[in-house]
């Protein structure tokens, strides 16, 4: 059955809608379940688009296009490829797992399923759209049902760590609007017309003639995008706004926003690297020197929290610091790993925050001081967590290991060969967050699961139960699927990561682009990869051989 | 034998895993302890039998060639290929069989000693994870194999050190060890990184991109390094922080004396027979490396040599039974790394061989022993023992003897071998030489402090436990809080009584194979054979006769064990009794490690924490969270400021619309127009 | 055109008219406010019609139907103004009505509600 994309993306909306609509349904256990229809459904659709994908090209699939403001040449374009295909499963699953997650007791549970459904819509909005204002519509959109959430369902904080959190992200989406319209407004100077589709933007970026008179301009309009991606990533030094918002949020908030700083991420992904070769060249450094700086300092942050949320909070700032490492070590490795590393840290903190939101749930606080002993009370839960808390701190047969893995190990191969003006000790600083992350979760894991019993008896004290505990062991399944038997998930990203790789690095006529011939796909990831012979920089002896080995390029493997 | 069936070695205990952990509290009602705990070593000494099976094919060839046995794969992207395969060869082999067969003994042992936990099955849940683990590390073909085993045993050692979670040390000293290997993990992924550089930047082709399985990757190692010889070692260098991390050197063995407070069992298998040798197991694996960079190997010798003395020294300001074999482990772990610093890698294995037996031996004894004694571990409230439990006496004699090098025991050749490579060998250069005389010096240290043990434990004038304050008896039922002295007494009648089959059995076995072991292994030479075949591809065939060493040998073991009786025959001597500020201030220095560890504490553990605790509330509060909150109250105070225009009075009002009028007017009438009409 | 002077005109115009405006800012009873607006209103009506009256406009001299339309203009204006002036007077004091209903009192500097 060929499900079209826009079914899937404004269906959770249409939920949103009808559930609303059903106002004699009036138990919380109905509404809840049929809230839990909703998300199924919407997961069901988006099995049945993705089913048809094709992992060998780097193309848009199930592209969809109406005309939507056409003199400003503003369409509603959709679409999606390898990148966007994971973070939609991951979309889809958190927000099914948040469903059955809440409790029932909350209050007004169908205007909180409403938001939480509208908000899934914005999420697969964003992650499907093509077009620049479509894009910035969705992005923004996300931000009004998060917004409410928090605020209506907080903890004490509430309206203040809503507030900031919606501010501060706006104001970034500012600098990321004024972006776009530069953006559109080139393509106009370059080819005449107005357009804020990427597939034709990128395509003139490829050609070279985009940006032939513009180099200047082109840093300035990265960075204005990129400030934007910035703060939702988030990367130092925009990332305040998560301490507060994670602390603060239902149970539902953090594992949304796990979902959601997957959109900055994605935005770096998607947008600043086909679209701004030259700057993101010349501004590696800087970013790896960003996610080098946010992978120390929020391992130290998180060291110094006693409120459990804030440490997942700040230890969220540390993981993403990886896919910003991953991502701007511009190898091909690297990029995986970071791309990788969106999903599986996605996975790893929704684990984390449904395991403490139900401490939260059962005991209104989230302080580590509180607990203690809650192993030998509640054996099943101190199981899930330690689960969960290995998949955080990266051990090998867990996701968090091998994203964490391809990425350093690609930010040192290009560091050690000195390309992009890189250098290895990012990875190598780098290397010493994976330390302090076992610091600060197995520290944390030993003040509430270890040491005498603190606690006294009670039902509330009880284990979770195994109904309750579903969830995490959804999760804690992906945990390990991933960690050993990650080739599922890569090949469906190999192809259009390395497209985007070789849209930032190659040459001026030789990048690939969206609007190339499905014949010419297989030639052009197989390109002679330009990091391709250049040993290590000895002292001050550097030699380039660009023979073309075997190296980085695999003849054998096919690409369908 | 089909070399496949290594699937089954190591798919074995992870079932026993499974079964203990997800089924085994239910099991423990049904079936009962012992039944569990016969279910627990079965997948253990079934991998032990298979691994004999494919030993014996080995040894059947006259040269081993390894095999490697692919499996599914792991990581496979454009680039690099990581599949899930092993390699069948003398090396992995050995291992297969060090860590099953010493490996079932320990379980079974473990099922009398743990008999009264009330969380049996989850202390074999996690043996059985960690004994699946260690053979990944070993078996696994590719270096992230390895990695994968040496993060799951440092998971399970973490598991296991924290038992008896319930006493904030042990879980505690769990933390210890899971984080100081996490530095070393990090210096070992660094190294695995640079391989990857060197080798695809040198442009070498590698087999199917398998850019770190051992089969692909060395050969175009080699090939790389011999062009560049400085990144060699780098890469040493990288490869042997990890080793140290895991094999507790200098400076990163603080974890292994606090990792005494897991069950003895488990110091026994974990940090003495098996996992801490996987950085021994890592350098024979990669002696490439080592072979091609003289400088790295003689770094390696000198730490060795350096972590032997400090160790040995330390261990004479120790009361704590354990705490001698912790410390006595890291001295030995010192002798192995000074082989594989002077080129003798197989001699470093060989001293893993025999240490493994010996030490489990002596870790095991000394459970037996603490478990006679209702928990006290302080060796001054011992005395006299060998009366009352005969058994695990003889045993640990035999261990004590073989340590401490006397000739014709096990040690005496492995360490003949290590500290005659050491010093016929000039690979590492000066050092090495030095750092073989160390070792000698060492050894005669090891006799000593060994020679202390026993005579404080078994011999002695009186009987000093009887002195103990009596205390009532309880029930263990309940568990267990910590296995340190709560100061039981054994006064009256209760005396100490020889342990059970289950416990001595496997004591018997590791005293023959600790007595026999190097005659049977022909004094090392066949297993030099067995291991390196073909020699060393760099180095070929080292030396290791040094006239007159045997000599110094016999005398640096006797006179060891001849001062350690001399000193103790008496008993415990007044300047080392309960009493601490009568000791010599060099023995309270030792026992405080030379104040190392608390060096390491203050500024690292509390260091960090203050930075953290900084970084937070300066750097995050104040500055970075401080801007953000700043521009809100700054854009707050600015419309405050703003806000006294609006004042309400409609006259005010009616004057600034009046006053703006005339200047608009104004403005356009004589700025604007001032050029003409 | 003998007579008065078209500055006169102008000059009375803008005497009442800084009158009214004085007097709106300094009075503080809106009748005596509204009473200025009005003077103000009838300043600018002597004003238009004494343009008009006088055709001063450059653009239009020498034409006689633009002189008759610019007068007709003024004119116009004046109507216009005073239609205006009587609605505003109406609706002003209306709610000076229902304000001194509320609060007894027609201070306008009690009047600050709107204060923010």
Not at chain 1, 249 to 255: D, E, L, M, N, Q
Not at chain 1, 427 to 440: D, E, K, M, P, T
Not at chain 2, 585 to 614: C, H
Request: glycine share 10%; aromatic share 12%; charged share 10%.
């Amino acid at each position: 059955m060929n499900v079209p994309l826009s079914a899937l993306i404004w269906f959770p909306a249409l939920g949103a809608l009808i559930l609303q609509l059903l106002g004699f349904v009036n138990k919380s256990k109905d509404i809840k379940s049929i809230a839990v229809l909703f998300t199924t459904v919407a997961l069901g659709l988006n099995l049945a688009v993705l089913s048809k994908s094709n992992s060998g090209t780097y193309l848009f699939q199930a592209v969809e296009s109406v005309s939507w403001i056409e003199n400003l040449g503003i369409r509603y374009l959709v679409g999606y490829d390898g990148i966007s295909f994971w973070l939609t499963v991951l979309t889809t699953l958190m927000t099914l797992i948040i469903v059955v997650a809440t409790p029932e007791t909350t209050k007004n549970l169908r205007g909180f399923f409403g938001l939480v459904l509208l908000l899934e819509t914005a999420m697969l909005g964003s992650f499907c759209a093509l077009d620049l204002v479509l894009f910035f519509s969705f992005f923004e959109l996300t931000l009004i049902p998060m917004f409410f959430l928090v605020s209506l369902w907080g903890g004490p904080n509430r309206n203040k760590a809503a507030a900031k959190f919606v501010i501060y992200t706006f104001a970034g989406s500012i600098f990321m609007l004024v972006g776009i319209v530069a953006l559109a407004l080139q393509h106009q100077k370059v080819t005449g017309q107005l357009d804020f589709s990427i597939i034709n933007i990128q395509a003139s970026v490829a050609s070279g003639k985009f940006w032939a008179n513009a180099i200047q301009a082109q840093t300035f309009i990265f960075w204005a995008l990129a400030l934007g991606f910035m703060v939702k990533t988030p990367a130092f030094p925009f990332h305040s706004w998560i301490g507060d918002t994670y602390a603060e949020s239902p149970t539902a908030g953090p594992i949304l926003s796990s979902v959601m700083v997957k959109m900055g991420s994605y935005g770096f992904l998607r947008f600043c690297l086909p679209l701004f070769p030259e700057a993101v060249q010349s501004q590696a450094p800087v970013f790896m020197a960003i996610a080098t700086i946010g992978i120390l300092y929020g391992a130290l942050v998180a060291i110094a929290q006693t409120d459990m949320r804030r440490m997942i909070a700040y230890s969220s700032l540390s993981h993403m610091g990886f896919v910003l490492l991953g991502i701007f070590s511009l190898s091909y490795k690297g990029m995986i790993g970071g791309s990788f590393q969106q999903f599986s840290h996605g996975i790893t903190t929704g684990l984390l925050v449904l395991l403490v939101g139900y401490l939260v749930e059962k005991h209104g606080t989230a302080d580590m001081n509180a607990f203690g002993g809650l192993k030998a009370k509640m054996p099943l839960f101190a199981g899930l967590f330690l689960l969960g808390m290995l998949g955080s701190v990266g051990l090998p047969t867990t996701n968090g290991f091998i994203g964490e893995f391809l990425a350093l190990m690609g930010a040192y191969e290009t560091g050690a060969r000195g390309l992009f003006g890189l250098s290895p000790g990012f990875a190598i600083a780098s290397g010493l967050g994976v330390v302090l992350g076992a610091v600060y979760l197995f520290v944390m894991f030993q003040k509430v699961f270890y040491g005498p019993v603190k606690v006294t008896e009670g039902p509330d004290w009880q284990d979770i139960p195994v109904g309750k505990a579903l969830p995490a062991f959804v999760l804690v399944f992906f945990v390990f699927v991933g960690g050993l038997y990650p080739n599922l998930f890569f090949g469906q990203m190999e192809a259009s990561t390395q497209a985007t790789r070789l849209m930032a690095i190659s040459e001026a006529t030789k990048r690939p682009s969206w609007k190339d011939k499905p014949e010419e796909v297989t030639i052009r990831v197989a390109l002679e990869d330009p990091m391709q012979g250049q040993y290590i920089r000895t002292g001050s002896e550097r030699l380039i051989s660009s023979s073309r080995l075997h190296g980085n390029v695999d003849e054998k493997r096919e690409i369908r | 034998m089909d070399n496949n069936a290594v699937w089954l070695i190591i798919l074995l205990p992870i079932l026993g895993f499974l079964i203990q952990g997800l089924a085994g509290p239910s099991l423990q009602r049904k079936i009962g302890k012992k039944a569990l705990g016969v279910l627990a070593v079965l997948p253990i000494a079934a991998s032990f039998v298979l691994g004999l099976m494919l030993t014996q094919g080995l040894a059947s060839q006259e040269h081993a060639e390894a095999v490697i046995v692919s499996g599914g794969s792991w990581i496979n992207i454009m680039g690099l290929n990581i599949p899930f395969e092993w390699v069948v060869d003398p090396l992995s082999m050995t291992m297969v069989l060090i860590i099953t067969g010493v490996g079932a003994l320990i379980h079974l042992y473990s099922t009398a000693y743990m008999a009264e936990e009330k969380d049996f099955s989850r202390f074999f849940a996690y043996l059985n994870l960690f004994v699946a683990a260690m053979l990944v590390l070993v078996l696994g073909n590719n270096l992230p194999l390895l990695f994968i085993g040496w993060e799951g045993v440092g998971l399970c050692s973490y598991l296991l050190i924290g038992f008896w979670y319930t006493d904030t040390a042990n879980t505690k000293a769990a933390n210890k060890a899971f984080i100081v290997n996490r530095v070393g993990d990090w210096s070992l992924m660094l190294g695995l990184f640079l391989i990857v550089v060197v080798i695809s930047g040198a442009n070498i082709p590698v087999e199917d991109n398998r850019y770190l399985s051992y089969d692909a990757m060395l050969p175009a190692l080699t090939t790389a390094l011999k062009a560049n010889p400085a990144m060699a070692t780098a890469i040493a260098l990288l490869l042997f922080g990890g080793a140290a991390g895991k094999s507790a050197q200098f400076p990163l063995y603080v974890w292994l004396p606090d990792a005494m407070a897991g069950p003895t069992p488990v110091s026994a298998l974990i940090h003495a027979a098996t996992m801490v040798t996987s950085g021994v197991v890592l350098l024979n694996r990669m002696n490439i490396v080592f072979q091609l960079s003289p400088t790295a190997s003689a770094v390696v010798c000198a730490v060795g040599a350096f972590t032997a003395l400090f160790a040995a020294i330390i261990a004479f300001g120790q009361t704590d039974i354990k705490k001698v074999l912790a410390y006595s482990t890291v001295s030995q772990l010192g002798f192995m790394f000074i082989a594989c610093g002077a080129g003798a890698y197989w001699a470093g294995m060989f001293h893993v061989t025999t240490h493994a037996f010996f030490k489990a031996l002596l870790f095991l004894g000394a459970g037996a022993v603490i478990h006679a004694m209702s928990h006290e571990q302080d060796m001054r409230h011992y005395g006299k023992l060998a009366k009352y439990l005969p058994i695990t006496f003889g045993t640990m004699m035999v261990g004590t003897l073989a340590i401490a090098g006397v000739p014709g025991l096990s040690g005496f050749y492995s360490k003949e071998a290590i500290l005659g490579s050491a010093i016929a060998n000039s690979h590492a250069g000066q050092l090495s030489a030095i750092s073989g005389w160390v070792g000698l010096g060492v050894a005669a240290l090891t006799a000593m402090y060994m020679g202390r043990l026993a005579m404080l434990t078994f011999f002695g004038k009186e009987e000093r436990w009887r002195k103990l304050p009596v205390a009532e008896h309880h029930d263990h039922e309940e568990g267990h809080d910590d296995d340190h002295g709560h100061g039981h007494a054994l006064t009256g009648d209760h005396k100490p009584k020889e342990v059970p089959v289950s416990m001595w059995l496997p004591l018997v076995v590791l005293a023959v194979l600790s007595a026999g072991a190097g005659l049977i292994l022909n004094e090392g030479k066949r297993f030099e054979h067995w291991l390196y075949p073909s020699g060393l591809s760099q180095l070929g065939e080292l030396k290791h006769e040094v006239p007159n060493l045997e000599i110094y040998s016999y005398i640096a073991a006797g006179l060891g064990l001849l001062a350690g009786v001399l000193v103790y025959i008496g008993g415990l001597p007044a300047k080392e009794g309960l009493d601490e500020t009568k000791w010599a201030r060099w023995r309270s220095a030792a026992a405080n490690q030379f104040g190392f560890d608390a060096l390491m504490t203050n500024l690292f553990a509390e260091g960090g924490r203050d930075v953290a605790i900084g970084t937070s509330s300066f750097l995050e509060d104040q500055v970075i969270d401080g801007a953000v909150e700043g521009s809100a109250s700054g854009t707050r105070n600015f419309g405050g400021w703003l806000q006294q225009i609006q004042t309400g009075a409609v006259r005010l009002y009616a004057m600034l619309m009046l006053l703006g009028g005339v200047g608009f007017v104004g403005y356009f009438l004589f700025i604007v127009n001032r050029g003409g009409k | 055109m003998s007579g008065v002077p078209l500055a006169a005109y102008l000059a009375l115009g803008l005497f009442m008219f800084m009158t009214g405006v004085v007097g709106v800012v300094i009075r503080r009873s809106p009748i005596v406010i509204f009473m200025c607006i009005e003077l103000m209103l009838n300043a600018v009506n002597l004003t238009f019609l004494a343009f008009a009256r006088y055709q001063f406009s450059p653009m239009v001299a020498g034409n006689s139907f633009r002189e008759g339309q610019s007068a007709m203009a003024g004119q116009m204006m004046v109507i216009f103004v005073m239609a205006v002036a009587a609605a505003e007077v109406a609706v002003g004091l209306g709610i000076i009505m229902a304000i001194f209903r509320l609060r007894e009192n027609i201070d306008i500097d009690e009047m600050n509600l709107l204060k923010g």
